[in-house]
């Protein structure tokens, strides 16, 4: 299995906090994306990274902030958490064209 | 413009029978790659085959093959022999080479029962 971790796996925050969700990857994988599932719309590019400090917007970017400053690690910043973005979160590590390969999700309620 | 499309939300197929899970999708470039993978009720994503656009045949891994028609824009999923261990939902995805950042795009998914 792909060394690939998140955290947390699950929490619970308040409207208008702003949250962080790590993920952390031992593959030395250049690409890292952050995905979010919701029923009906299968997975949503939020923010993806091509490299250190090199990131940028996917489909869904707006209220999200990312960060890579090592290889290993790309946060993701909810920076005032709404009901709207209560969703199941996915990181992906891959290669240039090759398969991606998925955390096991975090799983965020905003009250 | 959905660059993936999988029609059918749920589909139903009998112990050891084969069943085909249907995705379309929608691109102008000639290099791209296409992926499905499985999801079970646990929650992580597994990968299951890949299909690359100049590939001439068809992928297969075990019992997964994809069935590619180029000129139609459609990769259906094919599971043999249905197994109980199959339920789960299944996404197809794709990947335009020529488009930045190595993305997948992915369907909307089809959650598929295994049936006793």
């Known amino acids: 299995d792909a060394g690939i971790t998140q955290s947390p796996r699950h929490k619970v925050t308040e409207t208008g906090t702003p949250v962080t969700l790590r993920c952390h990857q031992t593959e030395n994988h250049r690409y890292m994306y952050w995905y979010r599932q919701d029923p009906g719309h299968g997975l949503r590019l939020i923010h993806y990274?091509?490299?250190?400090?090199?990131?940028d917007k996917g489909e869904v970017s707006d209220g999200y902030s990312v960060s890579r400053s090592k290889t290993e690690d790309f946060l993701l910043t909810l920076e005032s958490a709404t009901s709207s973005q209560t969703s199941v979160y996915f990181c992906?590590?891959?290669?240039?064209?090759?398969?991606?390969?998925f955390g096991q999700g975090t799983r965020l309620t905003v009250v | 413009a959905q660059k993936i499309t999988q029609t059918q939300p749920g589909m139903f197929v009998q112990e050891k029978e084969a069943v085909t899970l249907d995705c379309t999708y929608d691109?102008?470039?000639?290099?791209?790659?296409l992926f499905w993978y499985k999801q079970p009720s646990s929650g992580e994503m597994i990968f299951l085959i890949y299909?690359?656009?100049?590939?001439?045949q068809n992928a297969t891994e075990g019992r997964y093959s994809l069935n590619f028609q180029k000129a139609r824009k459609s990769a259906n999923l094919v599971i043999s022999a249905s197994q109980l261990g199959d339920s789960a939902m299944y996404f197809c995805?794709?990947?335009?080479?020529?488009?930045?950042?190595?993305?997948?795009?992915f369907g909307a998914g089809t959650i598929l029962r295994v049936k006793s």
């Open positions: 299909q690359g656009s100049y590939d001439e």
């Open positions: 990274s091509y490299g250190v400090k090199d990131t």
């Open positions: 691109t102008s470039d000639q290099s791209y790659g």
């Open positions: 992906a590590i891959s290669e240039f064209n090759t398969e991606a390969f």
């Open positions: 995805a794709m990947r335009d080479s020529m488009e930045y950042g190595n993305k997948l795009v």
